[in-house]
Each structure stands twice: as C-alpha cells, then as structure tokens.
C-alpha cells in the first residue's frame, strides 16, 4: 500500500511558533503521517508520523478560536478554522491515528519493516491469502446454504401441484364415478419445518470482517465513528455503542464507490424518494474492499484514485478451484521451485531443498510457510467440490422450475375448460 496516498486534506490555519503568527493552508493525511502545507509558499511546515503523536484534543485559542492540537513528541501543533468543520476533522484524525496504533504499522513500523525478512513477508502474503479463502469459503456455505432452501421450496411447490392435480381430477370427473371422493382424501403433505429452518440459517449467519469506520450519512457535516459488518448476506452499520444504524441486504445495494483504498460509499436508490446513501472512511478499509468486491462485484465502481488499488486487489486466491491453489503455490517466488506441485512427494522434497537454499528463509520459516500452505490446499479442494455441488444444484433448480412451469400452464388450461 502506497504511504504517500491522500486520504483527506482541508483548508486550515497553523500556528507559526517562530514568526508568532497563524499561517493559511492545508491539512493533509496519509495512511502513516500528517502534513501541513502553506498557500502562499508551498513550504511543508509540518511533517510527523501518526506513531509520533501523543495525543490530540480540541482546545481553544486566545479564548474565541476552536483548534484542533496534537502533540507530537514534545511540540503541540494548533490548527484553526478548520473546514467543514472541527469535529469532522478531529474524528477522521483520531480514527487513524488510534488505528496506527493499535495495528502492526503502528509504533516503530519503519523500523519493523526494515527488519523483516523474506520469509516473514512471504508468511505474511500467504496469510492473506488464507485469510481471503476462508471468506470466500463462508460466502459460498452460504449461498449454498440458500439453494438448498429454493430445493426444498420447489419440492414444497411439485408436492402441492401434485395436490391440486388431484382436485383438477376430481372436479373433470364426472358424477356418477364411483371413486371420486376418494381422491379427496389423499394425505396432504405439509413441511412445517422448512420455514424454521430458513429463519435458522439467517441467525447463524457468519460474520466475514468488522472494522471501525468513519460514517458521514448525505452531508459532510453528520460524521460520527461507528462500526462496518460485512456479512454473507450484506453489510450493517452501526453506531459505536452496537446500534444499528442501516442494514443493506444484498439485492438492496445498487453500487459501491470505492473513492479511494480507505474510503467507500454505499448507496440504494428508489423512485420518488431520496436514495439511502452512506459515505465510509476507516483505516481498516483495504482489509475490507476486497471481501465487498468478491461479494458485489458488478456493483463496484472504482473512482480515479482507487484504480490502481482495484489492481493490486484482485489477488489470485479470489479465481475458484485449483486456480486458488495455483496462485498460492506461485506466491513463493524463487522460494519454491516453480512447476513442482507442492502436494506431490518430489514436489515437498524440492521445496526443502530449495527453502533451505533461500539465504533469508529460515527452518522454522520454511515450516511455517508449508503449513500454510497445506491449509491453502485444503480450503481450495473444499472450495472447488461446493462449486461443483452448487453447479449441480444449480442445474436441478433449472430443471424443477421448467417442470412446474409446464404444470402451472397445464393446470391453467385444464381449469379454463371447467370454467
């Protein structure tokens, strides 16, 4: 992820401690630091990594002002007439600097990423890419999890189709025939069940990712922090303290703009009334948009500054079946000698060889690596049998609905007849 990405700017003043005077400018975060950057000069006058600050609270100055201030080491920086406005500012700072934090990137990140090795990044890469499979593992339980429910609501609709057949019958009998009646006492067959059984699968329904977020609902000037909750089914927003501010079911949302790899909105429209529409900023968002592209993926819209990270998002791991476990394999690079499957006896043998080779691989990270690698393999042999189970589900569904198609057009001619 590039450091040097905008993530918002405003219009502000700074406090010039030498020359004892406000300075007008613009407030810029990236994803690692805060700068400030004069009109008139262009001069850089503030530039600190978010791990540096202290502490950052609202004050006010020369007892009229509202700033912002935050405490860099041992320098407190005022900032003023800060637009839209303080709160919307000082929100979207804390946000990212409590992340910056609370995450591995947070105190002594630079230092950390200089000493990290090889085999910790490619640890890392592979991770994801578990990571990753495990979500798109949950979305299809799911969705298949909801084909059998159309299964059994077919079979609910063949069996009362059966049912209405019989009375047509009885009803085209004529009434001297001696067995009509009996055809009235048929059992009928009922599923009482099935409908628990789906209100069953909405309340186990996994969770994919929660992050915190940033929400600013159509204006600029509501922004509060909150929570995001991607689920199989779609996402909610609530409030800090767990309130549910809007839930989006799947075939509610029309579009997602990802303005950038931290920020998205979500949007649903309607006829004669405003679209619901919620703008979300979070420092956790990268971990996020590609779970919501794999989900909503003809729905996604990438705006200019989020079009090389929809690149860089699309990994391998998201293409199904033994192409997941293809890409994993390839992430080893010159770890693993290419063209030899790791699941093969020759294959691990000259994975040993040549982990051993790598001059930044260690032993325990060459076992680390191969473990990860043997849950890849798993997930996607798991991952590729549900599509095939899905297809052929898929493929009955087709099958039932044509059948009870031709029923219904059938039964349709015979009741005009009796009528």
Same mark, same amino acid.
């Given at each position: 992820?590039?450091?040097?990405?905008?993530?918002?700017?405003?219009?502000?003043?700074?406090?010039?401690?030498?020359?004892?005077?406000?300075?007008?400018?613009?407030?810029?975060?990236?994803?690692?630091?805060?700068?400030?950057?004069?009109?008139?000069?262009?001069?850089?006058?503030?530039?600190?990594?978010?791990?540096?600050?202290?502490?950052?609270?609202?004050?006010?100055?020369?007892?009229?002002?509202?700033?912002?201030?935050?405490?860099?080491?041992?320098?407190?920086?005022?900032?003023?007439?800060?637009?839209?406005?303080?709160?919307?500012?000082?929100?979207?700072?804390?946000?990212?600097?409590?992340?910056?934090?609370?995450?591995?990137?947070?105190?002594?990140?630079?230092?950390?990423?200089?000493?990290?090795?090889?085999?910790?990044?490619?640890?890392?890469?592979?991770?994801?890419?578990?990571?990753?499979?495990?979500?798109?593992?949950?979305?299809?339980?799911?969705?298949?999890?909801?084909?059998?429910?159309?299964?059994?609501?077919?079979?609910?609709?063949?069996?009362?189709?059966?049912?209405?057949?019989?009375?047509?019958?009885?009803?085209?009998?004529?009434?001297?025939?001696?067995?009509?009646?009996?055809?009235?006492?048929?059992?009928?067959?009922?599923?009482?069940?099935?409908?628990?059984?789906?209100?069953?699968?909405?309340?186990?329904?996994?969770?994919?990712?929660?992050?915190?977020?940033?929400?600013?609902?159509?204006?600029?000037?509501?922004?509060?922090?909150?929570?995001?909750?991607?689920?199989?089914?779609?996402?909610?927003?609530?409030?800090?303290?767990?309130?549910?501010?809007?839930?989006?079911?799947?075939?509610?949302?029309?579009?997602?703009?990802?303005?950038?790899?931290?920020?998205?909105?979500?949007?649903?429209?309607?006829?004669?009334?405003?679209?619901?529409?919620?703008?979300?900023?979070?420092?956790?968002?990268?971990?996020?948009?590609?779970?919501?592209?794999?989900?909503?993926?003809?729905?996604? $819209?990438?705006?200019?500054?989020? *079009? %090389?990270?929809?690149?860089?998002?699309? &990994? !391998?791991?998201? #293409?199904?079946?033994?192409?997941?476990? $293809?890409?994993?394999?390839?992430? *080893? %690079?010159?770890?693993?000698?290419?063209? &030899? !499957?790791?699941? #093969?006896?020759?294959?691990?043998?000259?994975?040993?060889?040549?982990?051993?080779?790598?001059?930044?691989?260690?032993?325990?990270?060459?076992?680390?690596?191969?473990?990860?690698?043997?849950?890849?393999?798993?997930?996607?042999?798991?991952?590729?049998?549900?599509?095939?189970?899905?297809?052929?589900?898929?493929?009955?569904?087709?099958?039932?609905?044509?059948?009870?198609?031709?029923?219904?057009?059938?039964?349709?001619?015979?009741?005009?007849?009796?009528?």
């Amino acid at each position: 992820m590039n450091k040097d990405i905008r993530i918002h700017s405003w219009p502000c003043s700074y406090y010039l401690d030498t020359s004892k005077q406000w300075v007008s400018g613009r407030l810029l975060l990236t994803p690692v630091a805060i700068k400030f950057t004069a009109d008139k000069t262009g001069e850089v006058l503030v530039n600190f990594h978010l791990s540096s600050i202290s502490e950052i609270k609202k004050e006010t100055s020369n007892l009229i002002f509202s700033s912002l201030t935050i405490l860099e080491k041992n320098t407190k920086h005022w900032f003023s007439s800060l637009q839209p406005s303080r709160n919307v500012v000082f929100n979207i700072l804390e946000h990212f600097w409590r992340e910056q934090l609370l995450s591995s990137q947070g105190a002594g990140a630079e230092a950390a990423t200089l000493q990290s090795t090889k085999g910790k990044e490619l640890t890392g890469l592979l991770t994801g890419s578990q990571k990753r499979l495990e979500d798109t593992a949950k979305v299809l339980h799911y969705q298949g999890e909801q084909f059998d429910n159309i299964m059994k609501g077919l079979n609910k609709i063949e069996g009362d189709m059966d049912v209405a057949d019989r009375l047509l019958t009885e009803l085209e009998s004529p009434s001297w025939w001696p067995f009509s009646s009996k055809l009235w006492k048929a059992p009928l067959e009922t599923k009482p069940k099935e409908t628990a059984a789906v209100s069953d699968s909405k309340n186990q329904e996994g969770i994919l990712i929660r992050i915190p977020v940033i929400i600013t609902h159509r204006t600029d000037s509501n922004v509060k922090p909150g929570k995001l909750t991607l689920l199989a089914s779609g996402l909610e927003i609530t409030d800090c303290n767990s309130q549910v501010i809007h839930r989006f079911e799947s075939k509610d949302v029309d579009d997602i703009r990802v303005h950038s790899p931290y920020e998205i909105s979500v949007r649903q429209r309607f006829i004669g009334k405003p679209d619901t529409s919620y703008r979300l900023l979070s420092a956790k968002m990268p971990e996020a948009i590609p779970i919501l592209e794999m989900q909503f993926s003809k729905k996604m $819209q990438f705006l200019e500054d989020a *079009l %090389g990270f929809a690149g860089a998002s699309k &990994s !391998p791991q998201v #293409d199904l079946g033994t192409s997941i476990w $293809q890409a994993a394999t390839g992430l *080893l %690079g010159g770890v693993v000698q290419p063209g &030899s !499957p790791v699941g #093969d006896k020759e294959g691990t043998d000259n994975d040993q060889v040549q982990l051993q080779k790598h001059e930044k691989i260690s032993q325990e990270e060459a076992n680390e690596l191969r473990q990860i690698l043997k849950k890849l393999k798993g997930l996607a042999l798991e991952t590729e049998a549900e599509l095939e189970r899905q297809d052929e589900a898929l493929d009955s569904i087709t099958t039932s609905v044509d059948r009870a198609t031709l029923n219904i057009d059938k039964q349709n001619r015979r009741i005009k007849k009796l009528t």
